[in-house]
């Protein structure tokens, strides 16, 4: 592994986001903060404890289906169990890639009546962006690498990292593309 974003930048970088989200956020009673399970935990979590604004938290899990159907066609496997309608929403995600997933997601949750919905994404692949997302508060945008650590996984492994790494070797000759 090559370590790509180093624990010190994530740190520094969580913290310019943080005092963004609080001067865009001041004057809310109550910002409905959703990670997007199980990447952005790490994230989330680090993100939120520099938070000054007032937040509410859940969670949102997605799988996308196989590859014989089309994409953007998503399974929600956990449902927010906190009412969105007249709320301002933060969608909190690890890496933005193809856009298909996240797309679908904001879309439902501004069906779902919120008053605004806002992504704040750690990474941003936008090489690999097959719909575009619009992202209000990005950590960094990385070329088409897949990357492990500080949530990110290959096969539930590596999440625990305190860093960002490049996979390289055989375990990154067997990482699956993007469908």
Excluded: W
């Amino acid at each position: 592994m090559r370590v790509l974003v180093t624990a010190e930048a994530l740190e520094r970088r969580v913290a310019e986001l943080a005092a963004e989200i609080d001067r865009d956020y001041a004057r809310t009673d109550a910002l409905l903060c959703i990670g997007v399970l199980k990447g952005s935990v790490f994230f989330m979590v680090d993100l939120l404890k520099k938070l000054t604004v007032p937040v509410d938290i859940d969670f949102f899990q997605t799988s996308s289906y196989g590859s014989s159907t089309t994409p953007g066609e998503v399974r929600i496997r956990k449902d927010v169990d906190i009412g969105v309608r007249g709320r301002d929403v933060l969608l909190i995600e690890d890496i933005v890639d193809t856009g298909h997933t996240l797309n679908t997601i904001l879309g439902l949750l501004r069906f779902r009546g919120a008053r605004s919905v806002k992504l704040c994404a750690l990474l941003d692949k936008k090489a690999a962006r097959e719909v575009e997302v619009p992202i209000a508060y990005r950590g960094f945008e990385i070329e088409n690498l897949f990357v492990v650590g500080y949530g990110l996984d290959f096969d539930e492994r590596y999440r625990n990292l305190p860093y960002i790494a490049v996979l390289e070797g055989e375990a990154a000759a067997a990482v699956p593309s993007p469908s």
